[in-house]
């Protein structure tokens, strides 16, 4: 029997408190760069990842392990955690700040690339966010957690070959947006 599945047993039986802690440490540094890599905001990543954790814990007693690995199921939840967020009204009125500390300093071309860099993610991320939520979902698990095609159909209850067609579709649709705005 698989580790994660012993430990949510324990969690779901007997509310174990070590098995939560066990099971939350194996997987938040993955949760939290995934988060990250969409937030592109330290303090906010780590927030979010909290959020999603706390969801898991108080929604582990829905978890099929028939229907997909604990894995599986934790990046749906944190998918639609990020969806919820970029959805919500606190979202419009939060800003970027880029904290000079975050950054690693060699030279002033290195600086201008990073935050170039972060402008476009953050472009990119407007522009994902006013997609339909299915879309959001696709292209998240897909680029931010590295999902392949397959994983993602899993995930989502869905073909294959509409996870490809969609995410396509999307792909072209973010460049002209990335390209006019």
């Known amino acids: 029997m698989d580790r994660d599945i012993r430990l949510i047993r ?13 099971l939350i440490s194996k997987y938040y540094k993955e949760i939290y760069s995934c988060v990250y890599k ?6 906010l990543s780590m927030d979010l990842t909290q959020e999603i954790f706390i969801n898991i814990l108080k929604s ?14 934790l990046y749906k939840i944190a998918t639609y955690s990020l969806v ?9 009125y939060s800003s970027i700040v880029v904290n000079i500390d975050d ?10 690339i990073t935050v170039e860099n972060r402008e476009d993610t953050r472009k990119i991320i407007n522009i ?3 997609l339909d939520t299915l879309s959001q979902q ?24 509409t996870a490809k067609t969609r995410y ?5 649709k973010i460049k002209m947006d990335f390209r006019e705005g």
Request: cysteine-free; hydrophobic content about 30%; overall charge positive.
């Open 10 to 22: 324990k969690i779901k039986k007997k509310s174990d408190r070590d098995a939560s802690n066990e």
């Open 38 to 43: 969409q937030t592109v905001d330290k303090e």
């Open 60 to 73: 582990i007693h829905r978890y099929d392990e028939k229907k997909a690995s604990f894995r599986t199921w």
């Open 84 to 92: 919820d967020y970029y959805r919500s009204k606190y979202y419009k």
């Open 103 to 112: 950054f690693d300093i060699y030279d002033r071309e290195d600086i201008e």
């Open 128 to 130: 994902v966010n006013k």
């Open 138 to 161: 696709i292209f998240r698990l897909k680029i931010f957690a590295g999902y392949t095609f397959s994983q993602i159909s899993s995930v989502l209850e869905m073909p294959e070959s």
């Open 168 to 172: 396509y579709s999307m792909i072209k």
